[in-house]
């Protein structure tokens, strides 16, 4: 790496099969079994599979009757978001132990920025492996880890060694950790890129760095010099601690396929109120309500109307909501319903967030990983 560029110690940190390893600690009977949390073996998505159901294929976001169809011993269980918040902040306090630059991505993983940190320990890889240690003692799961000098590299290593498992990418190793990875492991390459990228020849990141900054902008505009910089080494966003939100949502997936927009007025009812309680919670408004339809035969459609004022309330949600629902015929019978709350008033939030954040300290490593 070239020795003026700013290098941090960041750690990304992934639980290993969250919520299944949460519903077979908490019931042991469930250990060591093919276990999938959402969905049924008839209708929904599935959340999460544990390991020994992902042996069979089994993956988040398939359809409960495919996932069955792989693994006919598979069992279902209703997710416990609560369970899982509670036990997500459990890990997170064990985090700030160490360092205030946490990043959440979700319940389930986060950034860490240790290049300083509360225990004056200079080994990103051994601050990785404490906290792993704690995780397991304390709180009862595994967790996995990626330690690098930026996020980018962090989290595809964190998966390398899973589940239970560490990998370390020291500052000399980034360019060639690089090198090797197949196009689709790159951040913001999804399919529609990567088949693109593969039409011009671009698979691995090696094949990435033999193309120019002009090349690339040509081919994939302001992205291009993203993709140009990354395949370097060279990723400087910084573990922000206090993301600010940008949307709020609930949707809800029937055990049979709707057709009546009666009924669908019901459910809407529901989702509106579990909107508005989420906003409360989160001390937000929006202006922009958002209505997702997932029709029977899995296609989506999304209809949007934005106030001319800030709204955290369940009537004017559902009033909105209702609104869309009758904007156009349904094509088709329902699936999916879902309610979206965004263009947030979290931006007159965001000189007080800025406020609390620390710095994060971009200094050369004088210290091994």
């Given at each position: 790496?070239p020795?003026?560029l700013?290098?941090?110690?960041?750690?990304?940190?992934?639980?290993?099969?969250?919520?299944a390893?949460?519903?077979q600690m908490?019931?042991p009977e469930?250990?060591?079994?093919?276990?999938?949390?959402g969905?049924?073996?008839?209708?929904?998505?599935?959340?999460?599979?544990?390991?020994?159901?992902?042996?069979?294929g089994?993956r988040?976001?398939?359809?409960?009757?495919?996932?069955?169809r792989?693994?006919?011993e598979?069992?279902?269980?209703?997710?416990?978001?609560?369970?899982?918040?509670?036990?997500s902040?459990?890990?997170?306090?064990?985090?700030y132990?160490?360092t205030?630059?946490?990043?959440?991505?979700?319940?389930?993983?986060?950034?860490l920025?240790?290049?300083e940190?509360?225990?004056?320990n200079?080994s990103?890889?051994?601050?990785?492996?404490?906290?792993r240690?704690r995780?397991?003692?304390?709180?009862?799961?595994?967790?996995s880890?990626g330690?690098s000098?930026?996020?980018?590299?962090?989290?595809?290593a964190s998966?390398?060694?899973k589940?239970?498992?560490?990998?370390t990418?020291?500052?000399?190793d980034v360019?060639?950790?690089i090198?090797?990875l197949?196009?689709?492991?790159?951040h913001?390459?999804?399919?529609?890129t990567?088949?693109?990228?593969?039409q011009l020849g671009i698979?691995t990141?090696?094949?990435?760095?033999?193309k120019?900054?002009e090349?690339l902008?040509?081919?994939?505009g302001k992205?291009?010099s993203?993709?140009?910089?990354?395949?370097r080494?060279?990723?400087n966003s910084s573990?922000k601690?206090n993301r600010?939100r940008k949307?709020?949502?609930?949707?809800?997936t029937f055990?049979e396929n709707?057709?009546?927009?009666i009924f669908?007025?019901?459910?809407?009812?529901?989702?509106?109120?579990?909107?508005a309680?989420?906003?409360?919670?989160?001390?937000?408004?929006?202006k922009t309500v958002t209505l997702k339809?997932k029709?029977?035969?899995?296609?989506?459609?999304?209809?949007?109307?934005t106030l001319?004022?800030f709204v955290?309330?369940?009537?004017?949600?559902?009033?909105?909501?209702k609104?869309?629902?009758?904007?156009e015929?349904?094509?088709?019978?329902?699936?999916?319903?879902?309610?979206?709350m965004?263009?947030l008033?979290?931006?007159?939030?965001?000189?007080t967030?800025v406020k609390n954040?620390k710095q994060?300290?971009?200094?050369?490593?004088?210290?091994?990983?």
């Amino acid at each position: 790496m070239p020795n003026d560029l700013p290098i941090r110690k960041i750690i990304h940190v992934d639980m290993d099969a969250f919520y299944a390893s949460v519903e077979q600690m908490d019931h042991p009977e469930l250990k060591g079994k093919p276990l999938a949390v959402g969905g049924s073996e008839k209708r929904g998505v599935v959340a999460a599979a544990s390991y020994e159901a992902r042996k069979f294929g089994v993956r988040s976001a398939m359809s409960g009757m495919q996932a069955k169809r792989n693994c006919p011993e598979l069992i279902f269980v209703s997710p416990r978001f609560d369970r899982y918040k509670e036990i997500s902040n459990q890990v997170r306090a064990i985090f700030y132990d160490y360092t205030d630059l946490v990043e959440p991505l979700s319940l389930d993983e986060a950034y860490l920025d240790v290049t300083e940190n509360k225990k004056g320990n200079p080994s990103a890889s051994l601050i990785a492996q404490e906290i792993r240690e704690r995780i397991f003692k304390e709180v009862g799961l595994t967790a996995s880890a990626g330690i690098s000098i930026n996020k980018f590299v962090a989290k595809i290593a964190s998966d390398y060694n899973k589940p239970n498992g560490q990998k370390t990418v020291n500052p000399e190793d980034v360019l060639d950790f690089i090198k090797v990875l197949d196009i689709k492991k790159f951040h913001g390459v999804g399919k529609v890129t990567a088949d693109k990228m593969y039409q011009l020849g671009i698979f691995t990141g090696e094949d990435l760095k033999t193309k120019s900054l002009e090349y690339l902008e040509q081919h994939f505009g302001k992205s291009g010099s993203y993709y140009y910089y990354l395949v370097r080494g060279i990723h400087n966003s910084s573990v922000k601690p206090n993301r600010i939100r940008k949307s709020l949502a609930a949707e809800r997936t029937f055990n049979e396929n709707l057709s009546s927009e009666i009924f669908m007025l019901e459910k809407l009812e529901k989702i509106a109120k579990e909107v508005a309680k989420r906003l409360d919670h989160s001390k937000v408004a929006g202006k922009t309500v958002t209505l997702k339809i997932k029709y029977s035969d899995f296609t989506l459609q999304t209809r949007s109307k934005t106030l001319p004022y800030f709204v955290s309330n369940k009537e004017i949600i559902l009033e909105t909501a209702k609104d869309l629902l009758y904007q156009e015929k349904m094509s088709n019978s329902v699936r999916l319903l879902g309610i979206s709350m965004s263009n947030l008033n979290t931006e007159d939030n965001k000189a007080t967030a800025v406020k609390n954040i620390k710095q994060t300290v971009n200094v050369q490593l004088k210290f091994g990983f």
